[in-house]
C-alpha cells in the first residue's frame, strides 16, 4: 500500500470562504516582485514613521547650512589670532625654503650690482655667474656660496612671516568678497605688506648685504658684530674728507689701476680720489656729507636703515606688482584647467595628458609674478645695493640716493641701472615661485 503523499502547508493564507482558486493571494505579482518583500517594507516604514525623530541639536544644523569649503577647512576666521600666527608661520618657512634655493644665486648678484672689484671682470657675459660662481668656490671653498646665509634665515623668515600675514589681513579687509578684488587693491594690498616687513627687518638686510659683499682675501675677523660696528660708526668716527679718507681713496684708486680692473671700477675709486682732493680747496664744493649727518650723528640707529628710502621705492612696484600678477594669474589658470580632474573610473571618462594640481598652479603663477616684478623694482634694487655697501667702497661717507644714481648712470650709462638682471631673473623667479607655492601648501596643510 502506497504511503499516504504528505500535505504541504499553502504559500500564503487564504480567506476561508474563498472558494476560487483565482481569489488567493499569490505570493507574486505579475513583475515577479515578492509581496513579501513589500509588507516587510512597508512594516519597516511604519515603524520608522512612528518612532519619535531625534531633534536636530545646533550644531549640526549650522554644520548643515555652512558652506563646503569651511567643512573641509579651507576656510576660516581670518580675524583671529590663530590665523594670524599660523599664516605667519607657513609664510616664514615658505620663505626661508626659497631663499635657501637661490642662496649661491643672490651671493653672486650682490657681487655684480655692488661691483665687487674682484668679480667686476665677469660682470655683463652670458656665463658670468657660473664663471664667478667658480672663481668663489675655487677661491673660498663652496661654503664660501652661502656666505652671509645665516643672516638671511634670520632675516628672511620674519619678513617673510610679516609680508604674507599683513597680506593676508590687508586682502580680508580690503576684499571681502570675491567681487570686491580689483587690481588697485591687489597692488595695494601687496605693497603695503611689503613696505611694513621691510621697515621691521630691514636693519638685518643691511647686515646680510655686508656679509656678502666681503671675500675671503679681505674678510676680517668679528663677522656679525664687526659689521655692527662698523655700521654704527660710519660717518661719525672721521670726517669724510680728513687725510686718512684720502689715503684710503688715493690705495683703492692705485689698486684699482695696478689690477687692470674694468671701468666702472677704475671710474669709481677716480670719483673717490677726486671728491677727497677736492676738500682741500674749500671754494669747491662737495657733496659729501649730507643734509642728513647730524641727525644720523644723534640717532646711530637710523644708520642701519642706509638705502632704506630707496628700498621703499622698490619695494611699493616689486610687492604690489607680485600679489597683482600672482592673483590673476592663478585665476586665469584655475578657469583654464578646474581643480577637479575627470575620475579614470567613471565610464566615458577621459583623463587628460596634462593636469595641473594646485601646487603646479602656484609655481606657475609664482614664477611669471617673480618676472614681471623683478623688471619693475631692479634699478631700485640696483641703487639701493650700492648704498649699502657705499661705506665699504667709501670709508666714512654716506651716499645718497641721488648722489648714487648719478655715479651709477656716469660710470655705467642706463645699463649700469641693469646689471645682473639675469641673474636676478635666475634668481628671484624661482624664488617667487617656490615661496609662493609653499606658503599656500602649508596653509592647505593646517586647514587655513
Not at 631663499?99 to 649661491?104: Q, R, Y
Request: with cysteine; glycine share 8%.
Amino acid at each position: 500500500m502506497a504511503a499516504p503523499r504528505p500535505q504541504h502547508p499553502p504559500l500564503c493564507e487564504t480567506d476561508s470562504a474563498a472558494s476560487d482558486p483565482r481569489d488567493v493571494q499569490q505570493p507574486y505579482d505579475l513583475k515577479g516582485k515578492s509581496r513579501a518583500y513589500d509588507h516587510t517594507q512597508q512594516a519597516g516604514l511604519s515603524i520608522s514613521s512612528a518612532a519619535p525623530s531625534p531633534r536636530p541639536t545646533v550644531a549640526a544644523a549650522a554644520a548643515a547650512a555652512a558652506p563646503v569649503s569651511t567643512l573641509l577647512g579651507e576656510t576660516s576666521d581670518k580675524t583671529s589670532w590663530n590665523y594670524v600666527l599660523r599664516s605667519g608661520f607657513a609664510g616664514g618657512i615658505a620663505g626661508c625654503v626659497a631663499k635657501s634655493a637661490i642662496a649661491p644665486l643672490d651671493r653672486v648678484k650682490i657681487l655684480f650690482q655692488a661691483q665687487n672689484p674682484e668679480f667686476a671682470k665677469y660682470s655683463g657675459r652670458w656665463l658670468g655667474v657660473f664663471q664667478a660662481g667658480r672663481d668663489i668656490v675655487r677661491s673660498d671653498g663652496p661654503s664660501a656660496l652661502f656666505q652671509g646665509h645665516s643672516a638671511t634665515l634670520m632675516r628672511i623668515f620674519p619678513y617673510a612671516a610679516i609680508k604674507y600675514m599683513a597680506y593676508d589681513k590687508l586682502h580680508f579687509y580690503l576684499m571681502p568678497t570675491k567681487q570686491s578684488e580689483t587690481s588697485g587693491r591687489l597692488f595695494l594690498a601687496g605693497s603695503a605688506s611689503g613696505v611694513l616687513s621691510v621697515f621691521l627687518t630691514y636693519p638685518l638686510e643691511l647686515i646680510r648685504v655686508r656679509l656678502a659683499f666681503e671675500t675671503k682675501r679681505k674678510r676680517q675677523k668679528g663677522g656679525v658684530r664687526r659689521i655692527i660696528r662698523m655700521i654704527y660708526s660710519e660717518g661719525a668716527t672721521e670726517a669724510p674728507f680728513s687725510s686718512d679718507a684720502r689715503r684710503r681713496a688715493a690705495r683703492m684708486a692705485q689698486t684699482a689701476q695696478q689690477a687692470n680692473l674694468s671701468t666702472a671700477a677704475t671710474s669709481a675709486s677716480a670719483s673717490a680720489l677726486g671728491s677727497a682732493l677736492r676738500a682741500t680747496d674749500p671754494n669747491v664744493p662737495s657733496a659729501a656729507v649730507p643734509a642728513g649727518n647730524r641727525l644720523l650723528a644723534q640717532y646711530p640707529v637710523l644708520k642701519f636703515y642706509r638705502g632704506f628710502s630707496v628700498t621703499v621705492m622698490g619695494m611699493i612696484p616689486y610687492a604690489g606688482t607680485s600679489f597683482l600678477v600672482f592673483g590673476r594669474c592663478k585665476t586665469m589658470l584655475q578657469d583654464l584647467f578646474p581643480p577637479s580632474e575627470p575620475a579614470a573610473d567613471v565610464p566615458g571618462s577621459r583623463r587628460r595628458w596634462f593636469w595641473p594640481s594646485k601646487t603646479v598652479v602656484d609655481l606657475s603663477a609664482g614664477a611669471l609674478a617673480g618676472a614681471l616684478s623683478q623688471t619693475a623694482a631692479y634699478p631700485f634694487e640696483v641703487i639701493r645695493r650700492r648704498q649699502q655697501v657705499g661705506g665699504i667702497i667709501r670709508p666714512g661717507a654716506m651716499l645718497g640716493m641721488g648722489e648714487t644714481a648719478a655715479w651709477i648712470y656716469k660710470t655705467s650709462g642706463w645699463r649700469g641701472f641693469y646689471v645682473g638682471l639675469s641673474i636676478g631673473f635666475l634668481k628671484v623667479v624661482p624664488m617667487t615661485s617656490i615661496s609662493f607655492a609653499v606658503w599656500l601648501g602649508m596653509k592647505r596643510q593646517m586647514g587655513i
